[in-house]
């Protein structure tokens, strides 16, 4: 089952549950799938719009000075896989990486990211790098 066809099932969960807040994140999330240009969308294409909303929700919760997570992320962030963590990406690198073949640690930012895709927060890559 694709990740669109679970986020429409969840949806009529939520309905039946009566689950208002759900309900009404699961419907935003809907509405930015109308917005594509072809009706059936990739899992990797329904990533990338829940991650732009959760960041969109979260810069939004930045600025008002509220607290820096609520429901809406809670349930979107649901949809999305695993994040790689600090640990993980250190890991990585002490296996796969050799930083003598660099001329600076940052170029190796490209073989990291190739290797953990979305999974991981360029970010955070680059904080580690900077730590070694």
Same mark, same amino acid.
Do not use: C
């Given at each position: 089952m ?24 699961? =419907? &935003? ?6 917005r ?26 930045e ?11 809670? &349930? ?5 896989? =695993? ?6 990406? =250190? ?18 930012? =490209? ?13 955070? &890559?680059?904080? &580690?790098?900077?730590?070694?």
């Amino acid at each position: 089952m694709s990740l669109q066809e679970q986020i429409k099932k969840d949806l009529a969960a939520a309905m039946k549950a009566k689950d208002d807040e759900k309900k009404s994140v699961l =419907r &935003v999330i809907m509405g930015e799938f109308g917005r594509q240009a072809q009706k059936e969308i990739g899992d990797d294409e329904v990533i990338k719009i829940i991650k732009k909303l959760v960041k969109s929700e979260k810069e939004v919760l930045e600025k008002s000075g509220a607290v820096q997570t609520n429901r809406f992320i809670q &349930v979107a962030e649901s949809y999305l896989p =695993r994040t790689a963590t600090e640990e993980d990406i =250190r890991f990585w690198i002490a296996a796969n990486i050799n930083l003598n073949d660099f001329k600076n640690k940052m170029q190796a930012m =490209r073989p990291i990211m190739q290797h953990f895709g979305a999974n991981a927060d360029g970010n955070l &890559v680059k904080k &580690v790098l900077s730590e070694l």
